[in-house]
């Protein structure tokens, strides 16, 4: 396939370029700078200069596309405080690309995560099979998955929120890592015992893949290999590679302390990926969180 990636420069489109490349698919990826459009050509893929809110231009390399892979959001936006517009730059996107898709039958991978389950109230274990009617990142779900009835075979992905690698420098993981380092101890929420799910980017890449040759219409998929590691088992962790306390942090100082996670470090996001490992024959091999960062990597300096 000739495939249209947003976010293709990214840590997620690190992975995924090459992981379609390999697979002996054609990628163009989406630059809005020429430092952006370096990575992506040494990634092997063609540039298509532009910017999520260039309309006009998604519309463009969508069409041209033979599918469509949506990885970008203004992540730097959001975490400097301005959620709405991001969110709404990300709904007028995904409708501009679904616009020449609609009737084609051609693939659209949109992506979410598994958060906004545990912001939507979601209790226990988060399933595929839970849908929200609306919210953050869940609109622009719930938009992708719309397009099945368009006449587009689109479908959703839900990362989780540590997605970690060598090729992670700019999630979550390395977040906490930093934070740990500047402060001189290793934070976690209360009393830790709220979860997170991870994946490996890898991992993570090869389920984008499968979702865009297989996937059928209408898919929620979820990336998640560890489906809930304590924020205290990872605080120790963390603590234990860089010499420091793992401490919990209280709540008068979660702010100072997590900076841009504070808003949901203290969510609890357990979930699983059993019915999309059953739907797309996908088995996550790669290390788990904990080992991968016992692995060294995240605290080279």
Do not use: C
């Amino acid at each position: 396939m000739h495939v249209f990636v947003t976010g293709a420069s990214g840590h997620l489109g690190s992975v995924i370029v090459p992981e379609l490349i390999g697979a002996g698919h054609e990628v163009v990826g989406l630059a809005r700078s020429e430092a952006s459009a370096a990575a992506v050509r040494a990634l092997g893929a063609e540039v298509h200069r532009g910017s999520l809110d260039d309309l006009d231009s998604l519309r463009a390399a969508a069409g041209a596309s033979d599918g469509v892979i949506h990885l970008a959001f203004m992540h730097d936006e959001m975490n400097a405080g301005d959620l709405e517009g991001p969110l709404g730059a990300d709904l007028l996107a995904i409708g501009a690309m679904g616009e020449v898709l609609a009737g084609t039958g051609k693939p659209f991978i949109g992506t979410s995560g598994t958060i906004p389950l545990a912001f939507g109230g979601v209790e226990g274990v988060g399933a595929e099979t839970d849908i929200l009617p609306a919210g953050p990142r869940i609109d622009a779900e719930n938009a992708v998955i719309a397009l099945a009835d368009r006449g587009v075979r689109s479908s959703v992905v839900r990362p989780p929120p540590l997605v970690h690698s060598e090729f992670d420098h700019t999630g979550y993981t390395p977040a906490l890592v930093s934070f740990a380092r500047a402060k001189g101890k290793s934070g976690y929420p209360g009393d830790g015992s709220n979860r997170w799910p991870a994946v490996h980017s890898v991992d993570l890449a090869r389920l984008y893949r499968l979702a865009l040759e297989g996937a059928p219409a209408g898919s929620r998929l979820h990336a998640v290999a560890d489906e809930g590691v304590p924020l205290k088992e990872i605080a120790e962790v963390i603590g234990s590679n860089l010499g420091v306390p793992a401490v919990s942090i209280p709540p008068e100082e979660i702010v100072d302390y997590f900076d841009f996670l504070a808003f949901f470090i203290s969510l609890d996001n357990p979930a699983s990926s059993a019915r999309t490992q059953e739907l797309l024959d996908w088995h996550p091999t790669h290390p788990g969180l904990i080992d991968d960062l016992d692995a060294g990597h995240y605290f080279r300096v």
